[in-house]
């Protein structure tokens, strides 16, 4: 198992298109981050975006980066410690 650090995104669906857009950017960013939807709740969008562990930390590049451009209403909860497939 892999260790990682996590967030946990949530947006309006109005929003969906500008949030995927948002995120491909950051994808390319930082090619090794891991996007998943989760099961859409309450007409909001729900993502677990997840980095590699590594000294560099590039999961807090990406939160200074995201939150610069987060719109009203976006919500993005972590970085959380973890190990990617653990049960």
């Known amino acids: 198992m892999e260790q990682e650090y ?8 109005t929003d969906i298109d500008e949030v995927q857009e948002c ?3 950051a994808k ?3 090619p090794a981050m891991r996007i998943s ?3 859409d709740r309450s007409g909001q969008a729900r993502f677990y975006l ?6 560099a930390r590039a999961d ?3 939160e200074k980066w995201f939150l610069a451009r987060k719109a009203r209403g976006w919500e993005l909860l972590g970085p959380t410690y973890g190990r990617w497939g653990l049960c």
């Open 50 to 55: 997840s980095f590699p562990f590594s000294d």
């Open 37 to 39: 939807r989760k099961t």
């Open 6 to 13: 996590s967030f946990n995104l949530t947006v309006p669906l």
């Open 23 to 25: 995120l491909a950017q």
């Open 28 to 30: 390319s960013k930082t």
């Open 60 to 62: 807090l590049a990406f």
